[in-house]
């Protein structure tokens, strides 16, 4: 064990401990005292999964942004392939109804429902939809900013 093990072993067990004490200063019968503990276990064990949920959802909604950018960027490259090319591309909108499509078929086979993933498309729509317009509005800003930095400084 290294230092830091040992001295964090011991503030554990002195937490116990106080934790303990506090609990047996009440003047309380042993098995008045271990249904106290009991209780105040399960009001932890409820309080740690509300925050490992919080963290899955959280830990999901960045793979989905991720997801998102990652989509907008292969959109966007076959669109412009599209315009290069002389053929019918999309508009802003269908664009974005094109990410969406992908990212509702990508959570299809993640959370492995057609169901669930369309479920959380529709109650996260307009999350989704935001996503997508700061990214695109963003990587629109710095475009026009490297062309700007072009024509000033064509050499």
């Known amino acids: ?31 008045e005292i271990l249904r106290e503990v009991k209780d105040d276990i399960e009001v932890t ?19 989905i942004v991720d997801v998102i950018k990652k989509f907008i960027l292969n959109t966007e490259k076959a669109n412009n ?19 969406i499509s992908k990212l509702t078929e990508w959570l299809e086979k993640f959370i492995g429902s057609k169901t669930t993933a369309e479920k959380y498309v529709a109650d996260n729509l307009k999350r989704i939809e935001a996503t997508i317009e700061d990214y695109v509005s963003f990587n629109n800003q710095m475009i026009n900013k490297i062309k700007a930095k072009d024509i000033n400084d064509p050499g």
């Open 1 to 31: 064990m290294t230092t830091l093990e040992i001295i964090l072993s011991v503030i554990v067990i002195f937490l116990c401990l106080l934790y303990l004490a506090s609990k047996v200063n009440k003047n309380k019968s042993f098995s």
């Open 45 to 63: 064990v409820e309080s740690a999964r509300e925050v490992i949920d919080t963290i899955k959802v959280n830990k999901l909604d960045n793979l």
């Open 81 to 99: 392939l599209k315009k290069e090319n002389g053929q019918t591309f999309m508009t802003g909108a269908e664009k974005k109804q094109t990410v």
